[in-house]
């Protein structure tokens, strides 16, 4: 399943128009729903944490599972209270401190999981974001056995909107 990037960019939108201001609660809080939202008419579970005081019905549960957002597809095991997880859908990394070394981390995070689609939310100034994109793009090419589709938002301080790119 891949993501519609047309419904991500009107739901990013949205997160900006609601918001004067950065706050990294509030970005991370709505983030976090917008990016569930787009799993509400599926059957997939989805693990997120930190997701405000009041958490909707897209959550399957209120506690990380590895990464900041992660969605799962399961099917039932032999054990009523366990299932199988048998695919990751997606993963989710969020890094608002605006420093390289801490987005990096995060967005490595990503190069290890074993899901279709990773998405990685930063913070950075104009004039960083190629520089951080085409060292990412360059770990990409790196990382051998890799797989997934990448998206990297990065949220614009001196501009107040987010980019969207896309790698894999």
Known sequence: MLLDLSSIEVKLS???DA???FNRGIFTVEIKHKFASLFESTSFEIYANKI???PNCYFSYSQEYLYDLTVFEEKPSSRADINFIVKTILVLESEW???FKEIIDDFQKLLVA???NKVLVF???STELDGYIGFMNQNIKEYIGGSGNYLLISYINDMHKF???TAN
Do not use: L
């Open 14 to 16: 949205q997160v900006i």
């Open 114 to 116: 074993n899901a279709i």
């Open 52 to 54: 405000g005081d009041d």
């Open 97 to 99: 401190s605006g420093n």
């Open 123 to 125: 913070k950075c100034h």
């Open 19 to 21: 918001n004067a201001t």
């Open 163 to 165: 980019i969207i790119r």
